[in-house]
């Protein structure tokens, strides 16, 4: 059930709310007397206007925000007058225009005309920020004022818009050195540059901003939070012609002020699967990743996990931060957001090896399986107790919850129910209502309490049973603490029991009556009490050696062994491996 049950752990964590913190970049611009085009390629932090042109020599911003039926641009830039339609303009606070502007705040991915006073020597304006991962918006029918996602070295116009009809031949404007706008005059030699904004006309809708495209699943970026450890970046070739992609780690550039310290680079893996070498599993992010010959509109799945640093003790509100930078052959290049939380620390259990963190921290629902390759023989002449290799493998389901005082009990099944959020009347507000409780998510151990959390209506959540076990209450397990040493529990199952194996109630030789059927006859004589021993010998690695990077974290497992008395004159032995995946962290049952 692996693939079922990281399906589960992701539809769990999608109620979670989303905090967006950010990795951090630093875009530098070039600003020079007179007017300048450029292109934000970060969400800059902060974004307000004042704050940002503070102290420069800048005179006025004009961002164009045109409507369908606006299709124009301004050829000569000193023409602009504030308020014009479609155009929103920021202007210093003591300008005699300060109180016309209607700019405040900067945006990424979007293009800007700054004017900067006359005779002022070029400023180098660095801008600190998100890495912007938000798309183009072109409205077709007219100019757009953009500019491209591109590295130093970049592909031409014509190579870029190679595949788009809406861009494919049509022209390209940029601001010449005397403030007009001027066309491109050869699309086939002429390169865009980095934080550069051009007017480009589009006639049909697109979604152009490079030669590739990224998706990381989410604006923010890749983030490793709520129990994940593993993701996975979506790269998608636009270009038209096959190409090699390049992915290297960056730095974070130092957090603004108010925003989580840098408890160091994202300790980055990534999958391996080179089945020509037989090289498959996790493995340090190399200095350069590569990947080769990726067709035309073809796409590279790249899977990420990060993998916690033994023994570091990250500042508290902290957070692990970096940058992946993704370029092509062309000279494309994508900056993506790292982040993860920070506040949790692992400590050694050997050379190379991680330990299991402490109870609290592990508290919740865990899910997996137990694999059996080992029974032993009741009839071996020698060894009758000894476990033996079996013609096969035989899985089950295990369900094990650990509250906030890291007590440990396996469970025959449990409801994930979503509890409506609680209100209250408005006391400011007649007839209103303020949130009391939000929604939250409930782990329910019996049918029969499912509806006292979700009142009448229909029931939202999610059943998980397992048909190896017989009892209904939870089983407590004793033992070391999860996720180390190990844990053990009896499961008994009287021999009058309805689902003990030897009982059969429609079948007189195996109904526990007698032969009128009136009186419950002694254990012994039609059926017989079943007990199974079960223990969970936790490993500080994998038992599977698929070695993932939340081992210790998010996944648990080792040795499982089991004593079955009751099914033949002598105890049956059972031994293999159990895996077991975090799938909610909520730390207690029926509350």
């Avoid at 689902?499 to 030789?509: L, M, Q």
């Avoid at 599977?544 to 009751?566: A, D, H, K």
Wanted: charged share 15%.
């Amino acid at each position: 059930m692996k693939f079922p049950l990281r399906l589960l752990v992701a539809a769990i964590f999608m109620i979670a709310p989303l905090t967006i913190h950010a990795q951090w970049t630093q875009q530098t611009i070039t600003l020079r007397a007179g007017w300048n085009a450029v292109f934000l390629n970060v969400l800059p932090e902060p974004a307000d206007c004042d704050s940002l042109f503070a102290g420069l020599p800048v005179e006025s911003v004009w961002d164009f925000n045109p409507t369908v039926d606006s299709p124009q641009f301004v050829q000569d830039p000193s023409t602009l007058i504030p308020g014009l339609p479609n155009w929103l303009t920021w202007f210093p606070p003591a300008s005699p225009q300060g109180g016309v502007r209607n700019l405040f705040l900067l945006r990424d991915a979007r293009g800007y005309l700054i004017k900067v006073a006359d005779g002022s020597a070029p400023i180098s304006w660095t801008i600190t920020g998100r890495p912007s991962l938000r798309p183009l918006t072109w409205r077709p029918g007219g100019a757009n004022l953009v500019g491209f996602r591109v590295g130093t070295n970049a592909p031409t116009f014509q190579t870029l818009f190679t595949g788009e009809s809406g861009l494919v031949g049509q022209p390209v404007y940029t601001l010449g050195t005397a403030g007009s706008w001027q066309l491109v005059g050869s699309l086939a030699t002429t390169r865009p540059e980095s934080g550069r904004a051009y007017w480009v006309r589009c006639t049909a809708p697109t979604r152009r901003t490079s030669t590739f495209e990224v998706d990381s699943g989410s604006r923010v970026g890749i983030e490793f939070r709520n129990g994940f450890n593993e993701t996975s970046l979506k790269l998608r070739n636009t270009s038209g012609a096959a190409r090699n992609y390049f992915l290297r780690v960056l730095p974070s550039a130092n957090p603004p002020p108010g925003e989580p310290a840098l408890a160091g680079a994202v300790p980055l893996e990534y999958w391996k699967a080179s089945y020509s070498t037989i090289q498959i599993g996790w493995e340090p992010f190399p200095a350069t990743l590569s990947f080769t010959a990726i067709p035309a509109n073809g796409e590279q799945l790249v899977r990420l996990g990060m993998r916690r640093p033994i023994g570091v003790a990250p500042l508290a509100g902290s957070r692990f931060q970096g940058l992946l930078e993704v370029t092509d052959d062309l000279g494309s290049r994508w900056l993506v957001p790292l982040g993860a939380e920070g506040n949790a620390t692992i400590t050694a259990a050997g050379s190379g090896v991680r330990a299991a963190q402490a109870p609290v921290a592990l508290a919740g629902l865990w899910v997996g399986e137990a694999i059996i390759k080992n029974v032993s023989q009741p009839a071996h002449p020698s060894t009758p107790d000894q476990p033996r290799p079996a013609g096969g493998e035989f899985s089950f389901r295990l369900i094990v919850h650990v509250d906030a005082a890291g007590a440990s009990r396996l469970l025959q099944q449990v409801y994930l129910v979503r509890k409506p959020a609680t209100y209250l009347p408005d006391p400011d507000g007649p007839g209103g209502r303020v949130q009391d409780e939000p929604a939250r998510v409930v782990l329910v151990t019996e049918q029969s309490l499912v509806r006292a959390f979700t009142g009448a209506g229909e029931i939202s959540g999610r059943r998980i049973s397992s048909t190896a076990f017989g009892f209904t209450q939870p089983l407590a397990l004793t033992g070391s603490a999860f996720g180390t040493g190990s844990l053990s529990g009896a499961a008994v199952m009287d021999y009058n029991h309805a689902r003990n194996p030897f009982k059969h109630g429609f079948h007189p030789d195996h109904d526990n009556r007698d032969e009128r059927f009136e009186q419950v006859v002694a254990e012994g004589r039609e059926s017989f009490t079943v007990s199974r021993n079960l223990s969970l010998q936790f490993s500080s690695t994998d038992p599977l050696s698929m070695n993932p990077p939340g081992w210790g974290e998010t996944e648990v497992g080792g040795q499982y062994r089991e004593t079955i008395s009751g099914l033949h004159r002598r105890s049956v032995q059972i031994s293999g491996t159990f895996r077991l995946v975090r799938v909610s962290k909520v730390a207690a049952l029926n509350q």
